[in-house]
């Protein structure tokens, strides 16, 4: 992270907190680079940090709870916060000071409410309600509540995914199951609550004997086994998403309840299951999750073979209940496991990449336990199908075909022709963003290179050529992450090589940069800046608001067309641009630096700061469609700083030449009474010296090898943005280098021009002091009148 970046975080950190005054942001700056530390946080570093907070928090329990709660979510980098945390409970100062703000925003907050509150009264009741009426309509409340608990949030979630989904597939709605599915709870497979399908009459089975017993038991089992209540077991409402609760008959003999209650969370967890199915096979849950529910139900099939099979032997009367244990106790433990995963992706909320991040965490979870592991991996490709078949598109075609929202990569609606106006690359930084929950956490480390590959190609297919990768191959789940990584460099290179091959032949982008950014904006062509400074140099000594743009503009053609940058192809792309503020005032903005000098700017009276010509002027290069990829308004905007900055140089240096020129004339007279031209001389002789130095070691000490190396690694380039992006001249010629080296050429080369302007003999060539006398002779009466009356009038000013 750069240190201007770093400056502008901590701003932004202070300004949330309110903390004013002080010394700023400097000295955070300083403590923040001298103890970055990139710590590694690991599971035993992360468990001690928990058991540190818990220690030092004043409700562990809480603390815990809500810790187990995240991590059944699959919540990302929560280890790594933790272990923050924990670092931050060792800072007493921090947490003085956190606490602090903590209690006066409290106190804010109430003085808000206190002043916005208003007072209820609960107007009395003219009629009383019976004991007997109350009981009666909390029942019916009660019931209502069973009934409608889940539909009402499950078709509220249904509706605000399907509104955004639509939302951002305008004109392509997506697919809807209709009203009957879900008004029909029977077709779903879970226990029906509140209502009772059965007409036979419940004989007490407390007055049975204990064969009898365990045959009712049984029966009841093998129904509440597949969602359906029993005479003797029933299922209990739910209340959210917790887990399916039953009711047994409490005159049940204890030794047959006992082995019941084992047998239970087989059908707890059927339930569970049945319901993710249900839910999770709309579409608007995404194609992951729809994958994930077919292969749960592809299991389910196999679990009811197995009720199927019980209940044959158990209408020939060979099932008991310890038989029925046995032969259930293999298919608890699968169940159990798709019950735990229905239940985290519950929490999580989890859609797409986020799915299969929990998918393959649980499955690297179970690596002791070969049966639950293998079940994962069925589990983790069956969903993960979709995902790659988008991710296919993505990589080898540069499409992206995601009508849920669930793939890593998002689009964005953005006009290619505007690239060139903006100062930021909106195309490579907002077109397509990722979207950091939907990366698969077996994709995290090839996510930017997964990026990148679609882009290029997007790039190619947006300029009319069809493109296909011809090291095309299916990707399928694994857990050997090299299969990943080997498949997505092969598409990644031959995306980068199809660009450059297309920006470089086609569009020219070298002869772009070495004959129109190198010529113009590092001021390469010598004869072209001769010409241009001669024939704009009056023109631009005017305030900015005076100059005529047009005039600038033909001369600018003028000037083309007479030196040898009239061979130039692309010399109509170069135009004039007069900025509004000057080169200091555009750095400091474009570093977003709260500095002194900045505010003083900002808040200065517009009379104050005009600008001349010389200051505002600089070039502009229409770039098209794609070279504005590379060469974007960011890029153009370093070019033209560079630029500026060189220009005042050249146009100082032309200033003192001028003065040279006329000090030459002085040396035709007497000079014993001028001694001061000696010392003048030498100070010009030395601001000159100074100058050209400066600009050889910009030009041919900086800019020249920095130049070849970036031709060098064009031709072996497979990212052109970002060696362009690298091409900085800036650091070396100290524009950006700190606040303090920004401003560091501007008082050295201000004082060169007012020297100037002192120096100039043109109109003083016949006088040098009136006291002493003129070179041409002494001075008359009137003269000495003259010159009288200006030094009164400078005493007054």
């Known amino acids: 992270m750069s240190e201007f970046r770093i400056h502008h975080d901590v701003n932004e950190l202070l300004s949330l907190l309110r903390v004013h005054g002080g010394e700023g942001a400097e000295l955070y700056i300083e403590l923040l680079q001298k103890n970055r530390t990139p710590y590694v946080t690991t599971s035993v570093s992360a468990h001690s940090a928990k058991v540190k907070i818990a220690e030092f928090s004043r409700t562990p329990e809480d603390f815990l709870k809500k810790y187990d709660e995240l991590k059944s979510k699959n919540t990302r980098h929560l280890d790594s916060l933790v272990y923050l945390l924990s670092k931050l409970t060792e800072d007493k100062e921090t947490l003085h000071y956190l606490q602090q703000n903590a209690k006066e925003r409290a106190e804010l907050a109430a003085n808000a409410a206190t002043s916005s509150s208003t007072s209820f009264s609960i107007p009395s009741s003219t009629s009383k309600m019976s004991l007997q009426e109350l009981e009666e309509l909390r029942k019916q409340l009660g019931s209502v509540t069973a009934n409608s608990s889940e539909a009402k949030p499950l078709e509220l979630t249904r509706k605000i ?103 239970l969370p087989v059908a707890a967890s059927y339930s569970a299951v049945t319901r993710f199915i249900e839910e999770k096979s709309s579409f608007e849950y995404g194609q992951v999750n729809h ?341 974007n308004r960011k890029a153009l905007t370093r070019y033209q700083m560079l630029f500026r900055h060189m220009f005042y140089c050249k146009h100082v240096e032309r200033q003192l030449c001028n003065v040279w020129i006329s000090n030459k004339a002085a040396k035709q007279f007497s000079l014993h009474s001028a001694k001061w031209f000696a010392g003048a001389f030498t100070l010009r002789q030395r601001m000159l010296n100074f100058v050209q130095n400066i600009q050889y070691y910009m030009m041919f000490e900086v800019m020249e090898p920095t130049w070849h190396i970036l031709e060098k690694n064009l031709k072996l380039v497979s990212e052109v943005h970002k060696s362009n992006a690298q091409f900085q001249w800036l650091q070396p010629c100290a524009l950006p280098q700190g606040k303090e080296r920004a401003v560091t050429m501007s008082p050295l080369l201000c004082p060169c021009q007012r020297f100037t302007q002192s120096m100039k003999l043109d109109s003083e060539m016949e006088r040098l002091t009136l006291e002493h006398g003129t070179m041409l002779g002494p001075p008359t009466q009137e003269e000495r009148a003259e010159e009288a009356a200006k030094k009164k009038l400078t005493n007054k000013v």
């Open 291 to 631: 994958a994930l529910a077919a292969a749960m139900r592809t299991l389910i099939k196999e679990y009811m073979i197995l009720i199927t099979q019980l209940e044959h032997l158990q209408r020939q009367g060979l099932l008991s209940l310890q038989k029925l244990w046995f032969y259930i106790q293999p298919t608890m433990r699968t169940l159990e496991i798709l019950a735990s995963l229905a239940t985290s992706v519950d929490k999580g909320e989890c859609m797409g990449g986020s799915t299969l991040s929990l998918l393959h965490d649980k499955t690297f979870n179970y690596t002791g336990d070969s049966q639950a592991q293998e079940l994962c991996l069925y589990l983790t490709k069956a969903a993960s199908v979709p995902y790659f078949e988008i991710l296919e598109k993505w990589i080898y075609r540069g499409i992206i075909n995601d009508p849920y929202s669930e793939f890593m990569v998002e689009e964005h609606e953005l006009q290619k022709e505007k690239i060139q106006e903006d100062y930021n690359d909106k195309y490579w930084d907002q077109r397509y963003t990722v979207v950091q929950q939907q990366i698969p956490s077996f994709l995290q480390k090839m996510a930017d290179k997964i990026l990148s590959t679609g882009k290029y190609l997007n790039v190619v297919r947006e300029c009319g050529r069809d493109v296909t990768c011809p090291v095309a191959k299916e990707v399928i789940y694994t857990l050997k992450e090299r299969a990943y990584v080997e498949q997505i460099e092969k598409a990644y290179n031959y995306a980068s090589k199809v660009l450059l091959d297309f920006l470089m032949e086609e569009k020219e982008l070298v002869a772009h940069l070495s004959r129109s950014i190198k010529h113009y904006f590092l001021m390469d062509q010598g004869d072209f800046f001769v010409h241009f400074m001669d024939l704009t140099e009056e023109e631009l000594k005017k305030p900015v608001d005076d100059i005529i743009t047009t005039r600038l503009e033909a001369l600018l053609e003028l000037a083309l067309r007479m030196s040898t940058a009239n061979t130039d192809p692309f010399k109509d792309d170069l135009k004039i641009d007069l900025m509004p503020h000057d080169l200091i005032t555009q750095l400091l903005r474009v570093l977003a630096i709260e500095t002194k000098q900045e505010k003083a700017i900002i808040s200065a009276d517009p009379t104050e700061l005009t600008l001349s010509g010389l200051e505002a002027f600089s070039f502009d290069y229409i770039v098209k469609w794609p070279l504005s990829l590379i060469i």
């Open 161 to 263: 995914l399907r509104d955004k989904q639509n939302k951002k597939n305008s004109g392509q709605p997506i697919p809807v199951f209709p009203s009957w599915v879900y008004e029909r709870p029977a077709l779903i497979g879970d226990f029906l609550i509140g209502t009772s399908l059965s007409t036979d009459t419940t004989v007490p089975i407390g007055t049975l004997p204990l064969a009898s017993q365990e045959s009712m038991i049984v029966e009841d089992l093998l129904y509440v086994l597949i969602g359906v209540d029993g005479r003797y077991i029933t299922a209990q409402a739910l209340v959210g998403r917790q887990n399916r609760a039953f009711s047994l008959d409490p005159n049940l003999d204890l030794s047959i309840k006992e082995l019941v209650t084992r047998i």
